[in-house]
C-alpha cells in the first residue's frame, strides 16, 4: 500500500524538525581566574574516539612540523639542491616518557568545523608532565588514557570518551548557544598544569 502524498510531506517536515532540534555539539565554558587578577575563557568538549575517526600513525602531511619545514625552506633558500634527510622530532610518535601523545582526528567527522585547514586530520596533542611531586600519577593517568586510544585503533575496544581544550585556536561563531569554529588544525586534551582533565567542569584556581 503506498503512502499518500501529504503523508510523506508530513513526515519529511518532522524529520527535518527533529534533526535540526538536536545540536551538534556541547561546548563548555569555563572561566579561569588567577590569583593576579585577570579572567580567561576556556572552551571544552566531549569527543567520543572511535576506530573510524581518528588514528595514531602520523600521516603524511604531519611528519614535518612548521619548525621543520621552516628550516627545509631556509635550506632551499640557500642552496637548491638541498635534500631533506634529517627526521622531524617535533612529532609525537607513541607514547613519550613525560605522558605526552599525539593522536590525529578525521576533520570529516568532527564536530567543528575546521575550514583554514587543508589536512583530512586535525592533530591532537596530550602536553607532557613536569617533573614535580605528581609527576608519577600525571604520567599514569595519561598512561591509561594511551592504552585505551591504542586499544581502540586496534580494534579491541569500541570507543573512549576524551576531552578537548579549544583554546587558543577558536572563534566565536554564535554566542547563544555557544558555536565555535576552529582557526587552524591543531588541538589540545584538556590539562591543567600539565594533568590531564577528564571532565568539562570548573577547575579551581591553583596555588
Known sequence: MKMSKNILVILYIFFIFLISSIPAVQIYKNSFKHHEGWEIDYYHLEFVLKKDNFTIIIPEEWK???????????????????????????RIDGFSKSGAFEIYIDKNKFPLNAPNCKSKWLPLRMAGSSLTKNFKSEVGIKKDLWEKIYSVSNGDLDSVKVVIELNPYYTVLEEEPIKLGLCYCEMKFRTFFGAYVNHTMSIENKD
Open 64 to 90: 614535518r612540523c612548521y619548525k621543520c619545514l621552516d628550516w627545509d625552506n631556509r635550506k632551499k633558500s640557500e642552496d637548491k639542491d638541498y635534500e631533506i634527510k634529517s627526521p622531524c622530532t617535533c
